[in-house]
Every structure is written in structure tokens, then in C-alpha cells.
């Protein structure tokens, strides 16, 4: 089973940058997929980001698209989420979750999920 660890969250101010990492705990041999997720109170969990590594394909979100980045490093058996320009509309419990197969946006589908992380943007 795989278990997965988010970290890297805390307080930024607007503009700033923060860089969030999704440990595995092991490195399926099958094609899958990561999806990065937030939730903010009183919202609905949204999926943000997201990467496949049968193809390296990749997907943004239009409220994170040209200012956050998804990338995975296989060595380490992490993905990262590179936020940069951050607003405090980005303010959220952000999540990083796994499903077998090709990218997906409903989180439903997504199988294994971390903990999360805060993410806080305000001056």
C-alpha cells in the first residue's frame, strides 16, 4: 500500500513562493497518477495539479496555471508542487493524493492520499 507525506507548507506572504513535496513511500511499477488537491473551509476540495508518469503528461487548474509547477524527482520517489506569486485566495489544506492509471481531476478517484499541509498566504 502506498503511503504518502506532504511537507513544505507554512506562512508566506502575497507574492511569495513556496515549494511542496509528496513523499512515497515506494515506486509502483504500474503507470499512475499524482494529483495535487486543496481545501479551504467551507469550500469543496479542488484539484489543482496534476502528473502522469506513464508520459510525463501534466495539468493545471486556471486558478494555479502559469504560477505553480508539478515536477517529480524519481530517485527520491517525490513530487513537487513549485507555487510561486501566491495570493491569499491560495490559502488551503493542500493535499497530495495517488490513483492507478492516467490523470484524473475528481478526487474521488484518487486512492491513496497524505496527510496535508498548511498553506497560508496573508500579509
Known amino acids: 500500500q502506498v503511503q504518502l507525506v506532504e511537507s513544505g507548507g507554512g506562512l508566506v506572504q502575497p507574492g511569495g513562493s513556496l515549494r511542496l513535496s509528496c513523499a512515497a513511500s515506494?515506486?509502483?511499477?504500474?503507470?499512475?497518477?499524482i494529483g495535487w488537491f486543496r481545501q479551504a473551509p467551507g469550500k469543496e476540495r479542488e484539484g489543482i495539479s496534476f502528473l502522469s508518469t506513464g508520459d510525463g503528461s501534466t495539468y493545471y487548474a486556471d486558478s494555479v496555471k502559469g504560477r505553480f509547477t508539478i515536477s517529480r524527482d524519481n530517485a527520491k520517489n517525490t513530487v513537487y508542487l513549485q507555487m510561486d506569486s501566491l495570493k491569499p485566495e491560495d490559502t488551503a489544506v493542500y493535499y497530495c493524493?495517488?490513483?492507478?492509471?492516467?490523470?484524473?481531476?475528481?478526487?474521488?478517484?484518487?486512492?491513496?492520499w497524505g496527510q496535508g499541509t498548511q498553506v497560508t498566504v496573508s500579509s
Open positions: 493524493a495517488d490513483r492507478p492509471g492516467s490523470i484524473a481531476t475528481y478526487a474521488g478517484w484518487y486512492k491513496f
Open positions: 515506494e515506486s509502483p511499477l504500474d503507470w499512475f497518477a
